[in-house]
């Protein structure tokens, strides 16, 4: 089944405990993208990735890292999290060609405390 | 913890009736526009998408309008049923010099009252 899995679904965390989140995906897509939603400002970009080893800064990169090392996964590395970082997180991927529906992952409920 | 749908315009239709949903974008240089839909708890899914040099696109119980001119877009759902209640956002794609600028929307919330 095509899709973009991420992990864990839910976590909880300390701040400035460093954590990553695992986004990876079984479609060859070369776009590959990390968004936060929270209540009332919809999805803001955090970064994104046009292919291996080309990241880039979406809207609000502040506090976060990516990596693009193989084709399938973007992690997200939040070195020193922050009860701002409490958020919704979707990973999500795209083919470049054709096309350009993003698939989005499940989802992780972050909780900074 | 709290729902995303706060906070968002809120459209509330009887089942059976037709839903419209607008959205006006940003852009006039947007080449592609994608209608996403999210349930409570679970990712956005792909609904349907239109090319800027279309003005209309069907696809099964849903229809996309593109008014150019006002930069509005807009998703039609016919007959209306409970399981379309979610939040609905649009999208819209720049790819121009090399790039891939992809927008979201802020959302609404569309309510089914059976």
């Known amino acids: 089944e095509a899709q973009v899995t991420q992990n864990p679904r839910y976590l909880i965390t300390v701040t400035g405990k460093k954590l990553t989140v695992t986004c990876s995906q079984n479609?060859?897509?070369?776009?590959m993208s990390w968004y936060r939603q929270d209540p009332g400002l919809g999805l803001r970009q955090i970064y994104y990735?046009?292919?291996?080893?080309?990241?880039d800064k979406g809207d609000v990169p502040e506090g976060y890292k990516v990596s693009r090392k193989e084709k399938r996964n973007f992690p997200l590395i939040l070195e020193s999290p922050s009860p701002n970082q409490t958020s919704l997180y979707f990973c999500?991927?795209?083919?470049?060609?054709?096309?350009?529906?993003?698939?989005f992952g499940s989802g992780t409920r972050l909780t900074v405390v | 913890g709290e729902s995303v749908g706060l906070h968002l315009p809120t459209l509330s239709v009887q089942e059976g009736d037709n839903s419209i949903i607008n959205c006006a974008y940003s852009?006039?240089?947007?080449?592609?526009f994608i209608w996403y839909k999210q349930e409570s708890g679970k990712g956005p899914q792909f609904i349907i998408d239109?090319?800027?040099?279309?003005d209309k696109r069907q696809g099964q119980r849903v229809t996309v309008l593109l008014n150019k001119t006002v930069k509005h877009l807009s998703l039609q759902i016919a007959a209306t049923q409970p399981g379309d209640s979610a939040v609905y956002f649009c999208?819209?794609?720049?790819?121009?010099?090399?790039?891939?600028?992809?927008?979201f929307g802020k959302g609404t919330k569309l309510s089914v009252i059976p």
């Open positions: 999500a991927s795209s083919r470049r060609t054709g096309g350009y529906g993003y698939t």
């Open positions: 479609m060859n897509h070369e776009y």
């Open positions: 990735s046009m292919n291996v080893e080309v990241t």
């Open positions: 852009n006039s240089a947007s080449d592609y």
């Open positions: 239109i090319r800027s040099n279309m």
């Open positions: 999208a819209e794609i720049y790819t121009g010099a090399g790039s891939y600028q992809l927008t």
